[in-house]
């Protein structure tokens, strides 16, 4: 064995003697060296006759002569040994063609596409020196810049552009290194960007190990949502704070799938043209974290987060809250993500209700084409931005899971026209909601129609007060304008505060107090988002 603290790559080589050893060429992944020995015995050189074959097959990395007698090349048989293990020809080049394998291509593809971080197709001299930095922590010296640029140029007519990189240099550059025999550095790029010896992106690159004990939600922390801001920032080339189809598809061009499907426009806040704006990408992120943060994760590595963001992982990125069960005993929260699970039966006007949200009324929302059980979008309590998720539950009233129940705040929908709609949401009340702690709102849907005696042991109102409820709320998305978001405002306070005092809520300076620091922090948070996009 040689010790890992004599060779230059740090890892253990152990040598073995077989008396039979038996070659399958194919399928063949383990890298070959044919080694002439006892070259101290020959005049002449074998190599004339053993390149031909090296060059017939291109799992053999390279052929060595030496000699045991007298120890030459048997350190540089084992470097080479070595080097065709961590460093292997055959996944990055294809000596046939002279050319660089399609997966190669692809990997290096995305690692350009993620250091141009202004994306305008070139990687300029401070995109070179972070990704030199990141990769071999090093910078290059302004000499060493203009040398590489200048063997780019000499050899491509379109590798430089504008005193930068294009992606066709930076393919050429890595070629030129796999030709020279200088594998070792486009790995060390490859491996920086997480993939592994197939050159697909490691398991543990894209889902670093993340705890999340029970009652806790998971949300993106501060520097992931500047790293999310500047990827949109990069994205929008218009500047006209949405992302088009065109602009979306390039953002995820370093994904191997498109990850958001035609729902998300339904999911998230959209301008006139259907394209999500900047406030709808943050809140799909936002809603992707606290349903699945793994994929979260994955769509982070993809995109190079911890790379870009000079974090250990895209772990790094995620905030796990507290327990809630501490939330209420401090009587206080950290958290800036609530979900409302909206119930109610068929027809009663849910997916109005969550399209409302969103800015749309009943004339826009009518459409049932790629429909969202989800919407997320931005509140603002006291001050304080915060997202509320609204999901709005399938009305079987027999099959509610355990994630159907579990939520910030319960949100009860009836059609203030149809005399049989409150009895469901009573029912549903009784049964999961009437001992829980958590708060729950009635909502009076379609409170533009005429409103009609439900068929129910006592009213809607009564009912409220005997349960020790807020009184039902009016709401309807048959508007001219954008529906009223005072609602959602209402809901949010109740999800911070669910041990506010029914007396507390019925009070209206309480939703007074609310409401007014929401609509003044509201033209504030948009006054200050204009300023910040000025000099974008």
Same mark, same amino acid.
């Given at each position: ?35 002439? &020995? ?7 050189? %074998? ?25 030459? &090349? ?40 993620? %250091? ?9 001299? &401070? ?52 030709? +020279? ?5 486009? $790995? ?32 993106? &922390? ?52 259907? $394209?999500? !704006? ?6 799909? $992120? ?49 958290? %800036? ?28 929302? #009518? ?49 203030? %026209? ?19 702690? !958590? ?25 409220? +007060? ?58 504030? #948070? ?11």
């Amino acid at each position: 064995t040689i010790p890992a603290d004599v060779t230059p790559e740090r890892v253990p080589t152990h040598i073995v003697d077989y008396s039979v050893l038996c070659l399958c060429f194919f399928p063949s992944r383990v890298p070959l060296i044919l080694v002439g &020995n006892k070259s101290d015995l020959v005049e002449h050189s %074998s190599m004339e006759t053993i390149l031909p074959i090296m060059n017939q097959y291109s799992e053999i990395e390279t052929c060595v002569e030496c000699s045991a007698k007298n120890l030459k &090349n048997i350190s540089e048989l084992f470097y080479y040994a070595q080097k065709a293990v961590l460093h292997p020809t055959g996944p990055l080049y294809c000596p046939e063609k002279k050319a660089m394998k399609s997966l190669c291509v692809k990997a290096l593809t995305r690692i350009f596409k993620v %250091s141009d971080l202004d994306n305008d197709g070139i990687l300029n001299d &401070n995109e070179l020196n972070f990704f030199q930095r990141t990769c071999f922590n090093t910078p290059l010296e302004p000499q060493a810049l203009e040398d590489v640029k200048n063997v780019v140029r000499k050899n491509l007519t379109d590798g430089v552009c504008d005193n930068g990189l294009s992606l066709k240099g930076f393919l050429f550059l890595h070629t030129l290194f796999i030709q +020279r025999g200088r594998h070792e550095t486009t $790995w060390t790029v490859l491996r920086r960007f997480g993939y592994d010896d197939d050159l697909e992106l490691n398991q543990d690159y894209l889902f670093p190990p993340l705890k999340i004990p029970p009652d806790c939600t998971t949300e993106l &922390n501060h520097n992931a949502y500047l790293f999310l801001q500047s990827v949109f920032d990069k994205h929008d080339k218009d500047r006209d704070c949405a992302l088009s189809p065109e602009e979306l598809a390039d953002l995820f061009d370093v994904f191997p799938y498109m990850p958001w499907g035609p729902d998300v426009n339904n999911t998230v806040c959209t301008n006139e043209q259907g $394209w999500i !704006t900047y406030q709808g990408y943050l809140s799909q $992120w936002t809603l992707t974290t606290y349903l699945d943060v793994q994929r979260c994760l994955e769509y982070l590595g993809y995109l190079g987060y911890s790379i870009i963001a000079e974090q250990e992982s895209h772990a790094a990125g995620i905030t796990v809250t507290r327990a809630k069960k501490i939330d209420l005993q401090k009587k206080q929260t950290q958290r %800036s993500v609530f979900r409302c699970n909206v119930f109610g039966d068929i027809g009663s006007g849910k997916s109005g209700f969550l399209q409302a949200f969103l800015g749309s009324n009943l004339m826009v929302n #009518g459409n049932d084409e790629h429909k969202s059980y989800y919407a997320i979008s931005t509140t603002y309590v006291y001050g304080q931005e915060k997202y509320l998720l609204l999901h709005e539950v399938f009305p079987d009233f027999d099959y509610l899971s355990d994630a159907d129940l579990a939520c910030d705040i319960v949100c009860l929908v009836y059609d203030v %026209s149809n005399p049989y709609s409150f009895e469901y949401c009573a029912k549903v009340f009784k049964q999961y909601f009437m001992d829980s702690k !958590t708060p729950c709102m009635m909502i009076a849907a379609k409170s533009d129609l005429p409103e009609v005696k439900q068929m129910y042991g006592c009213s809607p109102l009564e009912f409220c +007060r005997k349960h020790k409820m807020p009184p039902p709320q009016s709401f309807t998305c048959n508007t001219a304008a954008a529906p009223s978001r005072d609602i959602y405002t209402k809901l949010t306070t109740m999800a911070m505060y669910p041990h506010v005092s029914q007396a507390d809520l019925k009070s209206s300076t309480f939703w007074l107090r609310a409401s007014v620091g929401a609509t003044v922090f509201a033209v504030l #948070g948009f006054a200050m988002y204009r300023v910040l996009l000025k000099p974008r």
